[in-house]
């Protein structure tokens, strides 16, 4: 299980630098899209850890809630839910502002640093 708690937590971290790439491109459907999924797989290795199973689910309130995840936590997973759907699907007719996609990276970043907290205890 640890390697694959590693490489969930690996995972993370890579697409949250590639939030920041494409943020810095301007590319900001990308870059909001990156950052949902670098909170997902952060909390997929935590849960991973805790329940020794992946759970195939992109909802990251549902995950930070199974996870007993402070408030604050489950608040930031709810920010970043919608970049989910919005950024994938076309006629969603979501126009990313860079103050906006600059908050859903340092929610994602937040989210990661709780996990790996969480991790060593």
């Known amino acids: 299980m640890k390697g694959e708690v590693e490489d ?6 890579n697409d949250l630098n590639a939030a920041k790439y494409n943020f ?10 990156l950052s949902q999924q ?12 805790k329940f020794k199973k992946l759970w195939k689910i992109h909802d990251l309130k ?3 809630v199974e996870l ?6 489950v608040e930031l997973a709810i920010t970043l839910n919608p970049a989910y759907i919005t950024s994938r699907y076309p ?4 126009d990313y502002k860079a103050s906006e996609v600059k908050e859903l990276i340092v ?12 991790l060593l205890q």
Do not use: C, R, T
């Not at 952060?42 to 849960?47: C, P």
């Not at 007993?68 to 936590?73: D, V």
């Open 62 to 64: 549902i995950l930070a």
């Open 24 to 33: 810095d491109g301007k590319q900001y459907e990308v870059a909001a899209f």
């Open 68 to 73: 007993k995840a402070p408030e604050h936590i």
């Open 91 to 94: 006629g969603m007719n979501v």
């Open 38 to 49: 670098a909170a997902e797989k952060a909390l997929k290795a935590f849960y991973v850890k």
């Open 107 to 118: 929610n994602a970043q937040k989210v990661i640093e709780w996990v790996e907290k969480s």
């Open 8 to 13: 969930w937590l690996k995972k993370a971290k």
